[in-house]
Antibody, heavy 118, light 109 residues
Framework: QVQLVQSGAEVKKAGSSVNVSCNAS????????IDWVRQAPGQDFEWLGR???????TNYAQKFQDRVTITADKSTTAYMELSSLRSEDTAVYYC????????????WGQGTPVTVSS | QTVVTQEPSLTVSPGGTVTLTCASS?????????PNWFQQKPGQPPRALIY???SKHSWTPARFSGSLLGGKAALTLSGVQPEDEADYYC?????????FGGGTKLTVL
């Protein structure tokens, strides 16, 4: 069973960018999607977007379209860059494995805490 | 802006049955929304339980089931165990994007 292993916690200044990685341990991405989701303290989960690495297809949530970039190599590592950080971006960022048809998200990474300070 | 609404909190006795629901601000939830359900315990990532309304993952305990009920997606726990105390989140598909519900805090008491 593939596991998703994310990079470590980050502390960033407002206005800068953060890059979080997500590595498939014990397998590859195959034809799955890798979706990025965040959970801010006391807030709902938010879906940021996704990539299907095998096809190079990306799709972003309208709210984050101007600030998020999701990339991946073809088989094992995906990346999420969020730019122009503000304090409201302080959250735990998760990658999760999805599928082409948006049936669901099954395997989740352990989460990467990102703290944005002014 | 699309809003997905869940009960903020529910309480159930051990061995009992409880149903959590997930409503959409756009109208009735149908199978086309591909409802998913997740369980989250403190300090842990979400664990997937249900996808496409009622399909279970290989690791999903049999006491969890998903359905559509009265225009909402529903998650029913039958024979609740103490370890089922957690936050539960639904997830709905809206044409190229996912939207999460606000979560239900389930207390087993």
């Amino acid at each position: 069973q593939v596991q998703l292993v994310q990079s470590g916690a980050e502390v960033k200044k407002a206005g800068s960018s953060v890059n979080v990685s997500c590595n498939a341990s014990g397998g590859t991405f195959s034809s799955y999607s890798i979706d990025w989701v965040r959970q801010a303290p006391g807030q709902d989960f938010e879906w940021l977007g996704r990539i299907i690495p095998m096809l190079g297809i990306t799709n972003y949530a309208q709210k984050f379209q101007d600030r998020v970039t999701i990339t991946a190599d073809k088989s094992t590592t995906a990346y999420m860059e969020l730019s122009s950080l503000r304090s409201e971006d302080t959250a735990v960022y998760y990658c999760a494995r999805g599928d082409y048809y948006y049936y669901g998200l099954d395997v989740w990474g352990q989460g990467t805490p990102v703290t944005v300070s002014s | 802006q699309t809003v997905v609404t869940q009960e903020p909190s529910l309480t159930v006795s051990p061995g009992g049955t409880v149903t959590l629901t997930c409503a959409s601000s756009t109208g009735a939830v149908t199978s086309g929304y591909n409802p998913n359900w997740f369980q989250q315990k403190p300090g842990q990532p979400p664990r997937a339980l249900i996808y496409t309304t009622s399909s279970k993952h290989s690791w999903t305990p049999a006491r969890f089931s998903g359905s559509l009920l009265g225009g909402k997606a529903a998650l029913t726990l039958s024979g609740v165990q103490p370890e089922d105390e957690a936050d539960y989140y639904c997830l709905l598909y809206y044409g190229g994007a996912w939207v999460f519900g606000g979560g239900t805090k389930l207390t087993v008491l």
